[in-house]
């Protein structure tokens, strides 16, 4: 998705299951979507009239250039995954290529973007509001307040999702030990400015080319990008639906309302917090409408939560004297 005063959405999909997911094409911002040249023409009708541009120059994932050749390495890397049963080689590269997807749709835009983002293609199956999204204003507003909570100029910037913060003992992790497995960054949705999108793009392939020759498993995009949120935390700023001191969070019962209210999915809590006034009360009143009970509907109203500083989410978790360490391989220029 890239976003000047409209915006532009990018994804990748290689399944007709999309067209049973018509609620995502009712952003009325712009779209640039990458899918095989059979299911363009599905693409363009379930859209209608909305801004779009459709890329069919891949057929598959595999022939992207930063993946290209590595199906059979990809194979091989399947026969060691955990979760095998769950997962394919082509969903690795699905996944393991959408920082170039982003940074290609950025190169190839009819327009000049302030800030470009990726979303996937099935974040908007459930009911919803959302349509000029995410609202320019609010996108300002959050990266201003990223910057001045991390010090770091806004086009330096990189939003993420968070779902929860490594353990602790990952304080000592060095990028020599590999990605790290576990559930803390969100990659359905991310982005940054047009620089910041090139500097992602390449940072992510570097280490993962590298940690892919040294025989590390490299398929599961978000324990790739967990170690680069290790490395960069201050290039990293996010929301954390669940954070515990979080001011929005007090007075809630979390077992029985939930970490900021009623709000849907955890997982998609950014689609409303990147969301503008109006947009965010149609919801809580979408959300408050499937409620059970009336006090449920008075006390458990949706909140909007603050902006972090990966930084000091890690931090909170390792201890104030923790610092990033110094990753072995070459530094990414900025832009």
């Known amino acids: 998705m890239l976003w000047s005063r409209k915006g532009r959405t990018q994804t990748y999909t290689l399944t007709n299951k999309f067209s049973s997911f018509p609620a995502s094409f009712l952003l009325t911002t712009d779209v640039y979507f990458f899918t095989p040249p059979e299911l363009a023409e599905l693409v363009a009708e379930v859209r209608g009239s909305l801004p779009i541009i459709i890329n069919t120059t891949f057929s598959s994932p595999f022939d992207i250039p930063p993946l290209v050749n590595l199906k059979e390495p990809y194979e091989r890397m399947h026969a060691i995954d955990r979760e095998r049963s769950r997962h394919s080689p082509e969903l690795y590269a699905i996944w393991n290529g959408k920082p170039y997807f982003l940074d290609e749709a950025l190169k190839n835009s009819e327009k000049q973007y302030s800030y470009a983002f990726w979303t996937d293609a099935g974040s908007f199956r459930k009911e919803h ?44 992790w060095q990028d020599t030990l590999g990605p790290v497995d576990t559930d803390f960054s969100e990659g359905s949705f991310f982005g940054g400015s047009p620089q910041t999108v090139r500097w992602w793009k390449e940072l992510f392939y570097l280490y993962h080319d590298h940690y892919l020759t040294e025989g590390i498993f490299v398929g599961k995009d978000q324990t790739l990008i967990n170690a680069l949120f290790l490395l960069y935390p201050s290039r990293i700023i996010t929301v954390w639906v669940t954070d515990p001191d979080a001011p929005a969070h007090q007075g809630l019962i979390t077992s029985v309302e939930g970490s900021l209210g009623s709000c849907g999915d955890n997982w998609y809590y950014y689609q409303f917090w990147l969301s503008d006034v109006q947009t965010r009360n149609q919801m809580r009143k979408l959300w408050n409408s499937i409620s059970w009970f009336q006090w449920w509907k008075e006390r458990s109203t949706c909140r909007l939560t603050r902006t972090l500083s990966v930084k000091d989410v890690l931090n909170r978790r390792f201890g104030a004297k923790w610092s990033p360490p110094t990753g072995s391989l070459p530094s990414v220029p900025s832009s």
């Open 129 to 172: 509001a959302y349509q000029s999204w995410p609202d320019s204003a609010r996108v300002e507003e959050v990266w201003n307040e990223g910057s001045k909570l991390s010090g770091v100029a806004k086009e330096d910037l990189l939003f993420f999702p968070m779902w929860e913060p490594p353990h602790a003992s990952m304080r000592n």
